[in-house]
T-cell receptor
């Protein structure tokens, strides 16, 4: 069975400071890893993905994430947080051998204070 | 415009009254999924489909049915809804072609209340 853990329900940072939202995963085969963002009263939007290749992936709105195979982690990062980054963030995994099945973490609420 | 549409957006119903939530995508995607979102539980996959007439259970399939008779449509059926199916439901699609990268495009959500 595959799983995703987001160990922090809430992350608070000051505007302009770097932010990290943590994610670890478990999958039997090769992982496809994703971050999605959900703004209040809106649907989910794709942020970035790791499929293969470079371990550091860059996505929308200045976000990036680093795939670490040995630690089975895929932490989301941004060098300088904006108040508008405040939202609910989800990490997700798909197994390359069965890409139809998708597992999400419980989500992390990011609050960026001015 | 590439999009996933769901209808209805809001629904209040009573226990036991059969209902269908429709989902349609215009991106010719092979993969489609249904999720429910509950506070503190993230998104949980109900069912997924990898192509027409190919469906499989996700993590929480009990009480739900799906069908995929056309590539663009993937309706979610609750034959006898119960209060524990009160939730926010999302449909999503993604490409399944060789070389695809599988990021999902989500519909706007359907908020269902079962009394």
């Amino acid at each position: 069975a595959q799983s995703v853990a987001q160990p922090e329900d809430q992350v608070n940072v000051a505007e302009g400071n770097p932010l990290t939202v943590k994610c670890t995963y478990s999958v039997s085969g090769n992982p496809y890893l994703f971050w999605y963002v959900q703004y209040p009263n809106r649907g989910l939007q794709f942020l970035l993905k790791y499929i293969t290749g470079d371990n550091l992936v860059k996505g929308s709105y200045g976000f990036e994430a680093e795939f670490n195979k040995s630690q089975t982690s895929f932490h989301l990062k941004k060098p300088s947080a904006l108040v508008s980054d405040s939202a609910l963030y989800f990490c997700a995994v798909r197994d390359k051998a069965n890409a139809g099945k998708s597992t999400f973490g419980d989500g992390t609420t990011l609050t960026v204070k001015p | 415009e590439a999009q996933v549409t769901q209808n209805p957006r809001y629904l209040i119903t009573v226990t036991g009254k059969k209902l269908t939530v429709t989902c349609s995508q215009n991106m010719n995607h092979e993969y489609m999924s249904w999720y429910r979102q509950d506070p503190g539980l993230g998104l949980r996959q109900i069912y997924y489909s990898m192509n027409v007439e190919v469906t499989d259970k996700g993590d929480v399939p009990e009480g739900y049915k799906v069908s995929r008779k056309e590539k663009r449509n993937f309706p979610l059926i609750l034959e006898s809804p119960s209060p524990n199916q009160t939730s926010l439901y999302f449909c999503a699609s993604s490409s399944g072609l060789a070389g695809a990268t599988y990021e999902q495009y989500f519909g706007p959500g359907t908020r269902l209340t079962v009394t």
